[in-house]
């Protein structure tokens, strides 16, 4: 124990201070989610991501102390993070090449890759890094019996560093173009949500940026800026699904011992009309919208935490400082702003007190009142997500089990004034989860080595849809976000009512890295949906996709 101890210490003095985040879809998240629940490191919790290349680390060096009880495809994972996160363990860059500069061994395998770095100690350093995509699309519309092909071409560049060990920036942007037809594009969620590959039927061509600066004073951080970002446990993320569009926020977190906070506050879109014009050739108008999140979590011992936050939208008017404020309850200052605005009170729970599974749940209140519970009253407003991580069941098969159940109410998210929904740009924060439906999800990870690995996933969902008669008229269930109850909609609503619709997904990953950040996955995926009116979609999707980082 003095050993480890010693050792922990050492490990700690040599940690470098990166403060920029480590990208929501970097494989480390899923890899310290299992070293969590094989109860090999302590104090990690995936509620919100990203986290900073800092803090990525610590948890890595509790990894490596534990080494001699991982498998052979683990302690070979393990010796690619430590060398793409080489400098924040180790404060070195031995294993790193620059192609503008010293580029010995630029196409080895145990070499992180730059086209250009520099580091001043304790000054500052940076980090620079082309990027380049290519995905070969195909989609099987077997309803029309009719297959689309295109390939997409995507290029850009990513900046990213520290300053004083305290503060980080990070920039990235990029540009693409679809060769073929537009119908295949679709089955990237980056395009379907594009709004310059949307803007014309005949465009092809979309983009995208994101950046942020950091502050980091180890107990507390702050942000500002825009990327990607994942609230709520398990793969569907039932709180912020990062499927939407990416949005401008505020941040900051704290972490003192067994508490940690965390509060962002956003910029979304909100309703969008494009007025034309004869002289300027016209102008969009888009009603202002923000959100506002904290959360407060409390780790019970080393194997469990709870944590208890509030979600708010508001919109029409500017900036409000009562909900620009963190500490402080939305709920109540919703009350005292004259019930203008939708709060929404959440609480979480996250348990690996048996090694090799955790379990995961969520319950959130959008509105309720005790008094009405079990009427069938449609303010009864409530989700409730339960999951579960089989992680490893035999330490020499490197398999992971992921199950996960999601129940959401009639109305949840919607709101009675548009504004105020809980949408960005249209499309729902959570998407692509309704209001009045249930969703079962399963998954499993395997893993051939470090350097290929398969991933299934299924998911059946039940939607009650919102009825359309045949002069138009829509009888409200609560099955639509676009749409809040009505002064003249029914007061009680069951869940499921509507037209029952079905929604069936497959899909299949093989991933394959021959290199240090040289990607190659071939996916295949499956739907079939039953919605109303007797319509049903079936495809077939299939792609491949090729990412260089130099």
């Known amino acids: 124990m003095k050993k480890v101890f010693l050792i922990l210490i050492a490990f700690t003095c040599i940690l470098s201070a990166q403060t920029e985040y480590v990208e929501v879809e970097n494989p480390i998240y899923n890899f310290l989610e299992r070293m969590e629940t094989l109860q090999l490191i302590e104090g990690y919790n995936s509620f919100i991501l990203p986290k900073t290349r800092r803090d990525v680390a610590i948890y890595l060096k509790q990894v490596i102390l534990n080494i001699n009880k991982l498998n052979d495809v683990d302690r070979e994972i ?90 980080g920036f990070h920039l990235k942007g990029t540009n693409g173009a679809l060769f073929g037809d537009k119908e295949a594009g ?81 910029k979304l879109i909100g309703k969008y009309n494009y007025k034309s014009d004869a ?111 089989i992680a490893q069941p035999i330490n020499c098969l490197p398999l992971d089990i992921r199950l996960e159940y999601i129940k959401i109410d009639p109305y949840v998210f919607s709101h009675r004034l548009y504004k105020n929904n809980f949408t960005h740009f249209g499309t729902g924060l959570s998407e692509p989860l309704q209001p009045n439906s249930s969703v079962v999800s399963a998954g499993l990870e395997y893993r051939f080595s470090s350097a290929l690995f398969l991933t299934m996933n299924g998911t059946y969902s039940v939607h009650g849809a919102n009825p359309v008669m045949k002069d138009g008229t829509i009888v409200n269930v609560g099955g639509d976000i676009l749409l809040g109850h009505r002064v003249f909609d029914l007061e009680n609503v069951n869940f499921l009512d509507g037209d029952r619709e079905y929604f069936r997904k497959v899909i299949t990953t093989l991933t394959y890295e021959p290199m240090n950040d040289f990607f190659c996955l071939i996916t295949i995926e499956y739907i079939r949906h039953n919605l109303q009116n007797s319509k049903t979609i079936e495809e077939l999707n299939s792609f491949i996709s090729l990412m260089v980082k130099l």
């Open 279 to 389: 002289v300027t050739g016209g102008e969009a108008f888009v009603e202002e919208k923000y959100i506002g999140y904290h959360r407060f979590g409390f780790n019970i011992n080393k194997h469990a935490d709870i944590g208890f936050g509030e979600f708010v939208i508001y919109g029409g008017r500017p900036l409000d400082l009562s909900y620009l404020n963190p500490f402080n309850f939305y709920k109540s200052t919703e009350h005292s702003n004259r019930d203008r605005d939708n709060s929404m009170l959440f609480f979480d729970f996250n348990n690996n007190s048996i090694k090799s599974v955790k379990l995961s749940a969520l319950f959130l209140i959008d509105d309720i009142s005790f008094s009405k519970l079990g009427s069938g009253w449609w303010g009864n407003q409530t989700i409730s997500n339960l999951r579960i991580l």
């Open 186 to 266: 679709y089955i990237l969620n980056q395009l379907k949500y594009n709004f310059k590959f949307n803007e014309k039927p005949e465009e092809k061509f979309f983009d995208e940026a994101e950046g942020y600066i950091t502050a980091d004073f180890d107990i507390i951080k702050f942000k500002m800026g825009r990327d990607k970002m994942l609230v709520g446990y398990g793969a569907m993320k039932p709180l912020l699904s990062g499927n939407t569009p990416m949005f401008d926020y505020i941040s900051m977190e704290i972490n003192y011992g067994v508490f940690n906070f965390s509060y962002f506050h956003g």
């Open 78 to 167: 393990v010796e690619d993070f430590k060398t793409e996160f080489e400098y924040e363990l180790f404060g070195s860059l031995e294993h790193s090449s620059s192609l503008l500069g010293s580029n010995d061994n630029y196409l080895s395998n145990n070499t992180q890759r730059y086209f250009y770095l520099n580091n001043l100690k304790d000054k500052g350093n940076i980090f620079i890094n082309l990027l380049l995509q290519e995905k070969f699309l195909i989609n099987n519309n077997r309803n029309i019996n009719n297959t689309y092909k295109a390939t997409a071409t995507i290029f850009g560049g990513e900046i990213r560093g520290t300053i004083l060990n305290k503060f």
